[in-house]
């Protein structure tokens, strides 16, 4: 972990923002500066949805002339150190000699770490005297988060009270920051800097909410709300941001270290009067803009409106799926009740009121029930999903339908050939009819060589029958089938 670690990393020595001059030998001492968050002039941040995010933000920055050690505060506690660019919006401003990113901080654990060898006083109540009382003692050994000490000429440990120290330990800070040491020609330059970071992440949510069915055609009308679910677990804020999201599945040469879990949650639903996001394409990804600043709080979730549509059809399936080892063996009775999926099927286009690259993500469904409350009806994930293309969610499956598969034939052709006989009995005890599709993943050379149903070549691999079930009632489907798989 970069914290146990306990030491500043050297990342580059370069010259940059000072024309075509090079970078000075350091000679003598620097003047240290500070920077914080304070001195933003602007803060953009782009978060991507695989725990990345690109922070820029310019400061204007009071440097003085000459060697300084500039410490640059309020910066992401899960930075990526090698990603750091800094650069003077002024011209000649400064070169960079050094640049170090410290996350040596200043703890109780460490200020006792930093102290082995040295002594230190401890701090404790007589309880006889009702006086506190000052004992000097030499820290040995901090192992294991337990100080170890020596007291007059006795080693001991877990003394009670209040540990004093007589100075700060070099190189302890209170956050991290980045330091850079500098050849300044400017006095108050104004300084850009980018970072990649971990600990920012967002993904989207969607709420739908589905009408009643249309008996004629098995279509209900239904309403669509993406969400924005951001996340900042970076340990600073950034306040006033401007905010784009990048929805794609990006390439990074290794993926950045877990961040720190959050002590806090917290959620902040977007205001009225627009202000929302912007989409448009970005290499081969798509790029939401959010078209106002906002306040990305350190250990937040914020959940900002991505976008609505209203009457949208939606399309209600139920599947029944076998399996393609079911022809390559002798099985008779496989499947007694077995469940049947339910499916609903959305097409992204702008004639059913959609047509908007969707982000990956979770989509949460409801219903009304007869006394018009809406119930949580399922939820399922979907992947990154072009205009233009159809949305599959996976409800669960169906409580009133149900089907028995048995295998009524077995014929061996030969060492890679059989011949099978199938008899699938769908079930339904609704009071009103329903339609169910029988999906048979067969794979390898297949031929149907009779079927009671009439059945369809979905692809290669796929035989499909739609069943109509009658209200209360029985549909069987029978079908003889070759397979030959080498």
Not at 213 to 224: F, R
Not at 409 to 431: F, G, Q
Request: one cysteine or more; proline letters at 5%; aromatic letters at 6%.
């Amino acid at each position: 972990m970069k914290r146990a670690l306990g030491m500043a990393i050297l990342l580059a020595v370069a010259a940059c923002g000072g024309g075509p001059g090079r970078a000075k030998t350091p000679s003598g001492p620097a003047v240290s500066r500070v920077s914080t968050a304070a001195q933003r002039t602007t803060i953009a941040v782009t978060v991507y949805n695989n725990n990345t995010g690109l922070v820029r933000e310019v400061r204007n920055v009071d440097l003085g002339a000459g060697r300084v050690s500039l410490e640059f505060r309020d910066v992401s506690t899960a930075i990526e150190p090698a990603t750091v660019h800094v650069k003077s919006l002024s011209d000649g401003a400064f070169s960079v000699l050094e640049q170090n990113y410290r996350y040596d901080l200043l703890t109780p654990e460490k200020l006792l770490e930093k102290s082995v060898g040295k002594t230190i006083r401890i701090y404790r109540l007589n309880k006889e005297t009702g006086k506190e009382e000052v004992i000097d003692a030499e820290v040995l050994s901090t192992e294991d988060g337990v100080p170890v000490l020596r007291v007059g000429n006795e080693i001991t440990y877990g003394i009670p009270g209040r540990f004093g120290f007589s100075e700060l330990p070099p190189n302890l800070i209170a956050k991290p920051s980045l330091v850079w040491l500098l050849e300044s020609e400017a006095p108050k330059p104004q300084v850009e800097v980018s970072y990649l970071s971990g600990g920012l992440n967002w993904e989207a949510d969607y709420v739908l909410s589905v009408g009643d069915e249309a008996e004629a055609t098995g279509i209900s009308k239904a309403d669509l709300i993406g969400w924005v679910t951001l996340t900042n677990q970076t340990g600073t804020s950034y306040q006033n941001a401007k905010l784009k999201l990048v929805a794609g599945d990006v390439q990074r040469v290794r993926p950045p270290a877990d961040a720190p879990v959050m002590d806090e949650m917290k959620a902040e639903e977007s205001g009225g009067g627009g202000g929302g996001f912007k989409e448009e394409g970005f290499f081969e990804y798509h790029l939401y803009s959010l078209e106002r600043p906002t306040n990305l709080l350190a250990s937040e979730t914020k959940q900002v409106t991505l976008l609505e549509g209203h009457g949208l059809d939606v399309k209600r399936r139920l599947i029944f799926a076998g399996n393609n080892g079911y022809f390559r063996g002798q099985y008779g009775q496989i499947a007694t009740n077995q469940k049947v999926g339910v499916f609903l099927e959305i097409e992204n286009t702008e004639k059913n009121h959609m047509g908007m690259p969707l982000p990956k993500g979770t989509i949460r469904v409801y219903k009304a029930d007869s006394g018009g409350m809406k119930q949580f009806v399922g939820e399922d994930r979907i992947d990154h999903t072009p205009r233009d293309e159809k949305i599959t969610v996976k409800m669960g499956e169906s409580f009133d339908v149900v089907g028995d598969r048995k295998q009524t034939d077995y014929d061996v052709i030969s060492s890679c050939v059989t011949e099978t006989a199938w008899e699938i009995s769908l079930r339904n005890h609704k009071d009103k009819p329903d339609e169910v599709i029988v999906r048979e993943p067969v794979g390898g050379d297949w031929t149907l060589l009779q079927s009671s149903q009439t059945s369809v070549k979905e692809d290669a691999n796929t035989l499909a029958f739609t069943a109509k079930i009658p209200a209360r009632g029985q549909t069987k489907i029978t079908y003889r089938i070759r397979v030959k798989w080498c």
